[in-house]
C-alpha cells in the first residue's frame, strides 16, 4: 500500500488518465473532473496532496482551494496547480492565495515527480517537527516539576519523553500528616496519541484523588474508582491504562501500594533486590476488576524503586529485551552510588543494543536513608 495519496483534479480526461496512470505507480490516487466533484473525494478521505487544474468547469481550481481553506480539517492540504503557460495572472494569484507549488502546460511528468516527492518530504518533516512540539509539551504536563523534600529521605525521580513513545505519567499529591501518594502510570500506545488520551486520563486521576484524599485513605480505593471511570467514560472507552498508586507515610516510612497491570516494583536494599510480587488487573478490562493493596515497611538505607516498560523493552544486542531481570539487576548496581538513577538508567543502556532508550523512560528511586 502506497504511503501517500493524491487526488488529480483535471478535466481533460485523456491528461487526468495519464496522471492517474503514472502517479499510481508510486501513490494512491484519486481523480475528480471538476472541483465540485474533488470537494466529494475529499469528504470521503482527505489526500495527502491535490494536484488540480485552474480552468474547470462547475468549480475552478482557485474555487477548490478556497473551500478547502475554509474547513480547518483541510486547509493544510497541500496545492499543486496545473496552468497555461501564459496564464501568469493565474499563477501570482495562486501566490497570493498559498499555492504550494506550479507546474505550467505542457510540462514533463518526470518534473512534475519530483515537485511531489519534494513538497510530500517538506510536509512530512513539518509535521513531524509539530508532533515532537505538540509531543514534548504534553509529555511536560504529564510530569511534576519537583518531588517532595522530606527528611531522612531521598526522593528522585528521572522521566525521558520520546517523541514518539506513549504517555507514561508521574505525579504526587500530599495528603497531610507527611503521607503522600504517588501515581505512576502508561497509557497503552505510541505517538501523540497516546500522549494525548494520557493527559486526559491525568485530569481524571488528579480529580479523583483530590476529591477522596485523605490520610486513610486506601490504594485500591483509588483505582477501583479510575476502572469505573475508564469503563464509563466515552473518551477513555477505547483506552487502557498500566496504573501503580502508592501511598508512602514518611512518619511510619510504610509504603502502601496498588498495582493495576503495571510493571512490578523493586525493593533494594545492601543485601539484594528484589520484585515485589503484587500486581493486578490493567485498568479499562474489567468493570467488576478487584484491586488489593500491599505494604512494605523501609528499614533503614532501603529503597523502593518504581518504573515503566520502556526500560525493560529495551533491546540486548542479541534481540532480547532487557526484562524485569535485568532491571533488577541495574537497580542494584545503583543502589551505594550518589546518584543511582543516573548510574541505574546508564547500565541498562550499557547491556542495550543503542545510546539511547527508543521508548519513553519513567523512574521513581525512594529511598529511607541510611
Do not use: C
Amino acid at each position: 500500500m502506497a504511503e501517500y495519496s493524491i487526488l488529480v483534479v483535471e478535466d481533460e480526461h485523456t491528461l487526468r488518465r495519464l496522471l492517474e496512470y503514472r502517479l499510481s505507480k508510486q501513490y494512491d490516487v484519486r481523480t475528480a473532473a471538476n472541483g465540485e466533484e474533488a470537494l466529494e473525494r475529499v469528504e470521503e478521505q482527505a489526500p495527502d496532496l491535490i494536484v488540480s487544474d485552474i480552468m474547470m468547469p462547475r468549480m475552478d481550481g482557485f474555487a477548490l482551494q478556497a473551500a478547502l481553506h475554509k474547513d480547518q480539517k483541510t486547509r493544510a492540504i497541500p496545492f499543486i496547480f496545473l496552468t497555461a503557460k501564459a496564464d501568469e495572472q493565474s499563477r501570482l494569484r495562486g501566490m497570493r492565495t498559498g499555492v504550494d507549488d506550479y507546474i505550467t502546460k505542457p510540462f514533463d511528468i518526470e518534473q512534475l515527480l519530483t515537485r511531489i516527492a519534494r513538497l510530500l518530504e517538506r510536509t512530512k518533516i513539518f509535521q513531524t517537527q509539530l508532533d515532537a512540539r505538540l509531543g514534548q509539551d504534553y509529555s511536560q504536563r504529564l510530569l511534576p516539576k519537583k518531588m517532595p523534600e522530606v527528611a531522612g529521605y531521598r526522593v528522585l525521580h528521572h522521566v525521558t519523553p520520546r517523541e514518539q513513545g506513549g504517555g507514561d505519567l508521574l505525579d504526587f499529591f500530599p495528603a497531610g500528616n507527611g503521607v503522600y501518594f504517588f501515581t505512576i502510570g502508561d497509557v497503552m500506545g505510541k505517538g501523540l496519541q497516546a500522549k494525548f488520551y494520557a493527559w486526559t486520563f491525568f485530569s481524571y486521576v488528579r480529580g479523583t484523588i483530590h476529591a477522596m484524599l485523605g490520610p486513610q485513605t486506601a490504594p485500591s480505593e483509588l483505582l477501583t474508582r479510575l476502572n469505573q471511570i475508564v469503563m464509563n467514560d466515552e473518551v477513555l472507552a477505547d483506552i487502557f491504562v498500566s496504573l501503580l498508586l502508592l501511598k508512602w507515610d514518611s512518619n511510619t516510612h510504610r509504603v502502601t501500594y496498588a498495582n493495576a497491570g503495571h510493571p512490578r516494583p523493586i525493593l533494594v536494599r545492601s543485601s539484594g533486590a528484589h520484585v515485589l510480587e503484587e500486581s493486578d488487573l490493567i485498568l479499562g478490562l474489567d468493570a467488576n476488576a478487584q484491586f488489593s493493596d500491599t505494604s512494605v515497611d523501609l528499614d533503614r538505607g532501603e529503597a523502593f524503586v518504581a518504573y515503566t516498560d520502556g526500560i525493560m523493552e529495551e533491546r540486548t544486542p542479541s534481540g532480547e529485551m532487557i526484562g524485569e531481570g535485568g532491571v533488577v539487576e541495574a537497580a542494584l548496581q545503583a543502589y551505594a552510588e550518589a546518584h543511582p538513577l543516573q548510574t541505574m538508567l546508564a547500565s541498562i543502556l550499557s547491556a542495550s543494543d543503542g545510546y539511547d532508550f527508543t521508548d519513553d523512560v519513567l523512574v521513581l528511586w525512594l529511598q529511607r536513608d541510611a
